[in-house]
Nanobody, 123 residues
């Protein structure tokens, strides 16, 4: 069974940090671009950060540049999103998605999706 599983979400105070993980099972991520997508209540899912299959190309939405870092460890079949200096507007569900090679514009066009990880930034 092909599956992506997110972990690492939780409740954090403004200014805090979290690291999300996206682990694949049933298939290798080696040939897949991976994206992290944020969905706030009542809003559409939007791309936050994407990384291509080689790890050589990364994209970030402007609002997270300098605060979030996407990385991948193909040996562990896992992609990470390090989130620092978190703000209340970063709250929502974070989904990882996979598609072959690359998310060209980091839009939510994944072939495979995880179940989502809740992130709440609140004092």
């Amino acid at each position: 069974q092909l599956q992506l599983v997110e972990s690492g979400g939780g409740l954090v105070q403004p200014g805090g940090s979290l690291r999300l993980s996206c682990a694949a099972s049933g298939f290798s991520l080696d040939n897949y671009g991976i994206g992290w997508f944020h969905q706030a209540p009542g809003k559409p899912r939007e791309g936050v950060s994407c990384i291509d299959s080689s790890g050589g190309t990364t994209k970030y939405i402007d609002s997270v540049k300098g605060r979030f870092t996407i990385s991948r460890d193909n040996a562990k079949n896992t992609v990470y999103l390090q989130m620092n200096s978190l703000k209340p507007e970063d709250s929502g569900v974070y989904y990882c998605g996979a598609r072959l090679k690359i998310f060209k514009f980091c839009t939510p066009t994944a072939a495979y999706w995880g179940q989502g990880a809740q992130v709440t930034v609140s004092s």
